[in-house]
């Protein structure tokens, strides 16, 4: 069965960089039914998606985090990574990676990871 | 404010039938699939129906979705109390190129 899981960087600074991966287990993440992606949740609030990567194709991305945002997927070590640059505490949130059969259709979750940012 | 309309709460008591609604516009629900999700307190969201009806293996069948145009809506029938916590909607948007999420409705079982 397939496994997500994230790492990365509890806390971050404002105007850093936050990084996070996410090593799938059980599966290879070079397959040609799913995508894989990344999606937040600040605290008390919805939803929010940030972006999706096929495993040799190019990303695509939200449109209001695009001009930050870069996700890279890692075929050798069977991850993806997502990389969120010049953070504000409007980023701090739980950050989930997931496996998606189609686009929007994320079927397998990580538990999902909280980063700060914080001076 | 969502580009999918949820209302933000809904009750009902153990063994009863409730709906959620979610509405968009053509751009996304309107010609696209929609998918749902359940997000229970402590645990990560679990996608309980994709292409608007379909059940991934393991979510029972008392969870039923349906759409028509541009709005779609989610029925759980012989409600549990640990069927508490939130549900999303969620569609490709094509105007946005991204995939949006409704603000998640509330589930209180009395």
């Known amino acids: 069965q397939v496994h997500l899981q994230e790492s990365g960087p509890g806390l971050v600074k404002p105007s850093e960089t936050l990084s996070l991966t996410c090593s799938v287990s059980g599966g290879s993440i070079s397959t040609t039914t799913n995508y894989w992606g990344w999606i937040r949740q600040p605290a008390g609030k919805g939803l929010e998606w940030i972006g999706s990567?096929?495993?040799?194709?190019?990303?695509y991305y939200n449109p209001s985090l695009k001009s930050r945002v870069t996700i890279s997927v890692d075929t050798s070590k069977n991850q993806f990574s997502l990389n969120l640059n010049s953070v504000t505490a409007a980023d701090t949130a739980v950050y989930y990676c997931?496996?998606?059969?189609?686009?929007?259709?994320?079927?397998?979750w990580g538990q999902g990871t909280v980063v700060a940012v914080s001076s | 404010q969502s580009v999918l309309t949820q209302p933000p709460s809904a009750s009902g008591t153990p063994g009863q039938r409730v709906t959620f609604s979610c509405s968009g516009s053509g751009s996304n629900i309107g010609g696209n699939t929609v998918n749902w999700y359940r997000h229970l307190p402590g645990a990560a969201p679990q996608l309980l129906i994709y292409?608007?009806?379909q059940r991934p293996s393991g979510v029972p069948d008392r969870f039923s979705a349906s759409k028509s145009g541009a709005s779609a809506s989610l029925a759980i029938s012989g409600l549990q109390s640990e069927d508490e916590g939130h549900y999303y909607c969620a569609a490709w948007d094509d105007s946005l190129n991204a995939v949006v999420f409704g603000g998640g409705t509330k589930l209180i079982v009395l």
């Open positions: 292409t608007n009806t």
């Open positions: 990567a096929y495993y040799n194709g190019s990303p």
């Open positions: 997931a496996r998606a059969i189609g686009v929007p259709a994320f079927d397998i």
